[in-house]
């Protein structure tokens, strides 16, 4: 039987009928549009093999000093960085589907560990996907950099925007919003950098390029890479 409650983005059920509740009395009110926006976060848990795995394999290899770690969703999972850096030391900690609760969750197991000199991060396009905010996804990044600024304060973050994509191009409103407020974050942060990846995956009629995706729309394919990899290979070098 299907449990709503245990469906990794599914919104419990007791938040669901406050959510009800406030917009029969009050619609169409602010009160009820904020309530509506209330997704709650799904279990860091469902994660749990791929986490472990990633300890397996530090467990019986060592890992670069002052390395360059991603970290983030299935854009850096697919993402074949030690190839497209070679030379460099290069960690990849993506694990696909996650939000960015999850890297957060999970930060002491797979970034601060590492203690990277440069961190290049992606997620919040499936926090956007689930109904999350963009206050709320914008919320979740400034609690990983501050708290990658608090236990590594020398260490860099570059910021990759939350991309637009054919599959999901009715939500780059909100991925926008969530990419304008962490830019403007940048401007005030210097060990923060903005890199516009996204802007760079746009045809002449301002929408994704589908030559850059692979057929499911979502996904970056070999073109869409090297195109983050030409922009990304000069600061990484540095």
């Known amino acids: 039987m299907f449990n709503i409650s245990s469906h990794p983005t599914m919104v419990p059920p007791y938040k669901l009928l406050l959510v009800v509740l406030l917009c029969a009395s009050s619609w169409p009110s602010k009160s009820c549009l904020l309530a509506a926006d209330a997704v709650a976060s799904p279990d860091p848990a469902r994660f749990k093999s791929e986490i472990v795995a990633f300890e397996h394999w530090d467990a019986k290899n060592s890992f670069p000093h002052d390395a360059i770690l991603f970290v983030g969703s299935s854009s850096i999972r697919f993402w074949q960085t030690a190839d497209a850096f070679p030379g460099l030391p290069i960690i990849n900690r993506g694990f696909g589907g996650s939000h960015i609760s999850d890297v957060n969750h999970f930060a002491d197991r797979i970034v601060f560990k590492y203690k990277p000199r440069t961190i290049v991060f992606y997620a919040g396009d499936n926090d ?111």
């Open 128 to 238: 956007i996907a689930a109904g999350k905010s963009p206050t709320t996804v914008f919320n979740d990044f400034q609690t990983f950099a501050n708290s990658v600024h608090k236990q590594l304060p020398d260490t860099h973050i570059i910021y990759l925007p939350i991309k637009p994509s054919v599959a999901r191009w009715k939500l780059w409103p909100h991925m926008e919003d969530v990419n304008a407020r962490v830019k403007d974050l940048a401007q005030k942060d210097d060990h923060l950098t903005y890199v516009d990846t996204a802007t760079a995956l746009l045809g002449p009629n301002d929408q994704p390029r589908k030559s850059l995706f692979r057929p499911d729309g979502l996904h970056l394919d070999q073109q869409g890479y090297a195109i983050w990899n030409k922009m990304l290979a000069p600061l990484l070098a540095k």
